[in-house]
């Protein structure tokens, strides 16, 4: 199981990466081998890595979107990937 934490500012302040960096930190437990902080404006996400299934190798989370206009972290099982991918007309290479 990894570890995720999320910062949110309703007054809009941006969130502060040192804070994240720092909450990331204290996730290690949960996620020993990365850990990863960022911020969106006066949203951040703090994600702590661990690798539990061959799915799990070589992701990277936060997960963007291209115009970085939705941002998701995940900590789960996905069933059934390549349905959904298809399902919402991914490449294969963007399953990953």
Same mark, same amino acid.
Do not use: W
């Given at each position: ?28 437990? #949960?996620?020993?081998? =990365? ?24 992701? #990277? ?6 115009? =970085? ?12 990937? +390549? +349905? ?6 991914? =490449?294969?290479? +963007?399953?990953?």
């Amino acid at each position: 199981m990894s570890g995720i934490a999320a910062v949110f500012h309703r007054n809009h302040q941006p969130a502060e990466q040192k804070t994240l960096e720092r909450i990331a930190r204290s996730l290690s437990p #949960y996620g020993p081998e =990365k850990q990863v902080a960022k911020t969106f404006g006066p949203i951040g996400f703090a994600y702590a890595h661990f690798t539990n299934t061959p799915e799990a190798r070589g992701q #990277y989370q936060p997960v963007t979107t291209r115009e =970085k206009r939705f941002i998701s972290v995940f900590d789960g099982r996905l069933d059934n990937r +390549d +349905d959904l991918g298809a399902a919402l007309d991914m =490449k294969p290479v +963007d399953l990953r």
